[in-house]
């Protein structure tokens, strides 16, 4: 066991490069970052409700029309831990500009698009964007506010605009639907690429890359790039496939194979792609592994009542959109008291309790009858809902980049993205299966079709619940601070707030930058 000091993975207050969110500079950054997210986050959901459009003018079979969705999934998740890394080495404005690069180009490309190879091609490539896109503007904003108190407001705002761009997607792909057309909901990403883009050129320090190619670790590379997309391919067609089918099984094996190796090269290697200690970082695995159940649980929700209330209450796009409203007014509201409480009484009771809260605002949802009304049965659910999404997210962005040194922030956020997208396609997947099954079932009992169908959203809904208590229940088991001095026989420190595994969000005192032991 030997003992390293990072003084520089604690946030310091009244750090001398630091930003502040009282000045100009500092707010029109925060704006920035948050723009970036807003974006990212609304194009994973904003096509949703334009696929039946896409469907009837490009032709698409009503197999292959998922990949619209699924192929952007794909390449975002398959590529989040390499753009993490990328920006940490290459520099995060470098890494940011060239993602909107990308993310545009591969936007306008789609929304041009005259068939459905070309517009599949084109989700491909908007995932590489956002893949760089997410976890580059993540870590630009933990590294800029520094202090404890301004990095956890920061964080708040992020969160709350990633609640609200998952919302604002289902309001604005509606409209923009029924108005000028579905390939508007490609072409919107431009204008705001253009703006971002001039942004970071204006307000992002230009960073030195320390990234040498002779010492880059192009084996890594490969291999957890290629294991994360056979991961996620895996998962987003098994509900397809069959999870006991022999494909499915060889897939999921070769991934797992592809992974480890990955794990060994990084531990053999003198220059990791993606150096292993960070999961040592107290709160940073848990963390990951929280977001990651509570995605499974919570984003699945806006599938399966987008269904229901298109498909069986009969609502339009438009009236689709509109419903999320009170969501999204929810998360914003709640990810601004969660930012607040941090200080006082640390992210691990936050997440916990708002791991609760979700879970019953779910629980509230699968109650949904076949002759359900907005008011009575999906409003107050989605308004409980809103307040556990914003206290989880925020508090789980805030434990998984606490106690990160800088070097490392980019992979920080590689690493929680990334659990967010392996979350997401295994919930749907997931999901997806019970759903299905448990419609197909009530058909074979005599039911209805729109009576089987709401029975199999409600059960997913039922199972999405779980997936948020299993969330809470993982944040609840994480060692506090004071637990893991008492293992490691170190002298408790003075009570603070701590986050989950107990890294401090309290400004920290000069005694209490200390060596932290790396085993």
Not at 62 to 90: H, I, K, M
Not at 292 to 297: K, P, Q, R, S, V
Request: charge should be neutral; avoid cysteine.
């Amino acid at each position: 066991m030997s003992t390293v000091a990072h003084p520089e993975a604690v946030p310091r207050d009244g750090a001398r490069d630091a930003t502040s969110l009282s000045s100009r500079r500092g707010i029109a950054i925060l704006l920035l970052l948050s723009l970036v997210q807003f974006m990212d986050v609304l194009d994973a959901s904003i096509l949703n409700i334009a696929l039946p459009s896409i469907k009837r003018d490009l032709d698409f079979s009503q197999q292959s029309l998922q990949w619209v969705v699924s192929g952007y999934v794909l390449t975002y998740g398959g590529f989040l831990l390499l753009g993490g890394r990328a920006a940490d080495l290459l520099g995060r404005r470098r890494v940011l500009v060239t993602g909107l690069v990308v993310f545009a180009g591969a936007s306008l490309l789609g929304g041009l698009a005259q068939s459905a190879e070309l517009l599949v091609g084109a989700r491909l490539a908007q995932g590489v964007g956002a893949a760089m896109l997410s976890p580059a503007a993540l870590s630009a904003l933990t590294t800029t506010f520094r202090s404890s108190r301004e990095r956890a407001t920061a964080l708040g705002v992020w969160g709350a605009v990633s609640g609200l761009g998952g919302a604002a997607g289902v309001l604005f792909g509606g409209f923009l639907t029924e108005g000028p057309g579905w390939r508007w909901v490609l072409f919107v990403n431009v204008p705001i690429s253009a703006v971002a883009l001039v942004g970071a050129f204006a307000l992002l320090k230009r960073e030195r890359g320390s990234a040498r190619l002779a010492n880059f670790d192009a084996l890594g590379a490969v291999l957890v790039t290629g294991g994360m997309l056979l991961l996620v391919y895996a998962l987003v067609k098994a509900p397809d496939v069959g999870w006991g089918a022999t494909r499915t099984i060889a897939e999921l094996g070769v991934a797992a194979l592809l992974l480890v190796a990955f794990v060994v090269n990084e531990l053999r290697v003198k220059n990791p792609l993606v150096p292993l200690e960070i999961l040592r970082v107290r709160g940073v695995a848990v963390a990951d592994a929280t977001q990651m159940l509570a995605i499974a649980g919570l984003l699945p929700m806006f599938f399966f009542l987008t269904l229901y209330m298109q498909g069986v209450l009969g609502y339009s796009p438009i009236q689709t959109g509109m419903a999320y409203l009170p969501l999204t007014g929810g998360i914003i509201v709640a990810a601004g008291i969660s930012s607040q409480l941090f200080g006082r009484i640390g992210t691990k009771p936050v997440i916990v309790a708002g791991a609760a809260v979700g879970a019953a605002g779910l629980y509230m949802l699968s109650r949904i009858p076949v002759d359900g009304s907005y008011v009575a049965d999906i409003l107050p659910g989605l308004l409980v809902v809103a307040f556990g999404i914003g206290a989880v997210f925020v508090g789980a962005t805030t434990a998984a980049n606490a106690g990160v040194a800088e070097d490392k922030a980019g992979l920080a956020a590689g690493l929680l993205n990334t659990a967010q997208q392996i979350g997401a396609a295994l919930g749907l997947a997931i999901l997806s299966a019970v759903a299905t099954a448990h419609a197909s079932a009530q058909l074979q009992a005599g039911h209805g079709v729109a009576e089987a169908a709401t029975d199999g959203y409600a059960r997913a809904l039922l199972v999405s619940a779980l997936f948020a208590l299993a969330a809470g229940g993982v944040a609840l088991l994480a060692r506090n601070e004071r637990q893991a001095a008492a293992a490691e026989n170190e002298p408790a420190p003075e009570p603070a707030a701590e986050t989950l595994g107990g890294s401090r969000t309290a400004p920290p005192t000069p005694s209490s930058i200390h060596a932290k032991e790396i085993r």
